[in-house]
């Protein structure tokens, strides 16, 4: 088995197998979709700031047929605004056992481990991982995170790392450049 040369680099075609099986990909969202900060107003208002380039890959895996989920252990309404804005049907938020809600949705979906991938920066992403095939970890994610994972982007959390891993999966599934629409 040789490398695959993809626009991050070359991957093994072990590892481009795995991601052409995905069929639900389940992210995080602070620090994956974000920066990981959280800009808070004298009022009280929160802000975070979402990549554009993460909300096409995420219309484009929509468009082929993957299931796309977030599972926060925050409550934001801005997170719900921004997924729903994507089409993204299934936000899961104030989840403290992501395990337990990520097996939920395989089995409300009949989606498997060997077709979940799942993305995280933090200790509480891990307990993910053990129900995924491919598991993600930003590259400024914790270091133990990094450990737990399968594939590390080279992109930071926040500035294009789910589109990353939204291309990956589109190029294992021959599927790269095929979509198009907008950005939002």
């Not at 909300?55 to 719900?80: D, Q, W, Y």
Request: proline share 1%.
């Amino acid at each position: 088995m040789g490398d695959i040369n993809t626009l991050y680099g070359a991957k093994s075609s072990a590892l481009m197998d795995k991601f052409s099986r995905i069929k639900l990909l389940a992210c995080d969202v602070d620090g994956v979709f974000s920066d990981g900060r959280i800009y808070m107003g004298n009022d009280g208002e929160e802000l975070k700031a979402f990549h554009t380039k993460d909300g096409f890959g995420i219309k484009a895996l929509l468009k082929i047929g993957v299931h796309v989920a977030v599972i926060t252990g925050r409550e934001s309404n801005i997170v719900h605004k921004r997924m729903s804005a994507l089409g993204v049907e299934h936000i899961i938020q104030g989840c403290e056992q992501k395990d337990d809600a990520l097996l939920a949705l395989q089995k409300q979906l009949k989606i498997g481990k060997e077709a979940t991938a799942s993305m995280g920066d933090d200790m509480p992403d891990v307990a993910m991982f053990s129900l995924s095939h491919v598991a993600i970890a930003t590259c400024d994610a914790h270091p133990f995170v990094k450990k737990q994972a399968l594939y590390t982007t080279t992109i930071n959390g926040g500035f294009g790392a789910v589109r990353e891993v939204c291309d990956l999966i589109l190029h294992a599934k021959g599927q790269l450049n095929k979509v198009s629409g907008s950005s939002v």
